[in-house]
């Protein structure tokens, strides 16, 4: 039974993952989520040798190596319970598009449906990190929450996204969702593209 994968891409604050985690919940049975950051904050936090060189990378706000992202993708993929899977937080880069294309290309278990992106303005998705980073209590701050990390991050994420978006819309495989608006509403549209 071949896996069926969707992306989902946005801005930090773009609530994505939020997004993406109550479509799983809702569809328990037959979809699993999984974050991009979140698998690598994980790694991070185990301790691990690996783990350490990919916070390296994470405090800064820079972009993990594609070696290490990709093998995280990949056995997430293929260890996942079930026959839906939405990831998170990937593609953050051509290089990245462009390497998974070439996996999905050779592997006929898992068919990439659809690539969604939750679209939101710089100041919405500021605003969001920001509030993010003054509610969270003392010690329990992300350590990639501040103003110039957010910027950082913003840059990254904007840079390469008009190629992701063309590359994704000619395999007619991109569908934008407004992220702006209520949170119920955002999941019922992105639920009409993955809905099992």
Do not use: C, W
Not at 134 to 148: Q, W
């Amino acid at each position: 039974m071949s896996k069926k994968l969707f992306l989902i891409i946005g801005a930090p604050g773009s609530g994505k993952t939020t997004d993406a985690s109550l479509i799983a919940q809702k569809y328990s049975d037959s979809i699993v989520h999984y974050s991009t950051g979140d698998m690598l904050r994980e790694e991070v936090s185990s301790g691990s040798e690996l783990g350490a060189t990919i916070e390296s990378y994470i405090s800064r706000g820079a972009l993990v190596p594609l070696d290490i992202i990709i093998d995280t993708i990949i056995s997430a993929i293929n260890n996942a319970p079930v026959d839906t899977v939405l990831i998170d937080g990937y593609p953050r880069s051509v290089e990245q598009m462009r390497a998974l294309d070439e996996i999905l290309a050779n592997n006929s278990d898992i068919e990439l449906v659809s690539v969604i992106e939750v679209r939101v303005s710089e100041q919405v998705a500021k605003e969001r990190i920001l509030g993010r980073a003054s509610e969270a209590k003392e010690g329990e701050a992300r350590s990639d929450d501040s103003i110039e990390v957010f910027y950082d991050r913003m840059k990254i994420y904007i840079e390469p996204l008009s190629e992701i978006q063309e590359f994704y819309t000619s395999k007619n495989l991109l569908h934008v969702v407004n992220g702006e608006r209520e949170i119920n509403e955002i999941v019922e549209d992105m639920e009409k593209f993955i809905k099992p």
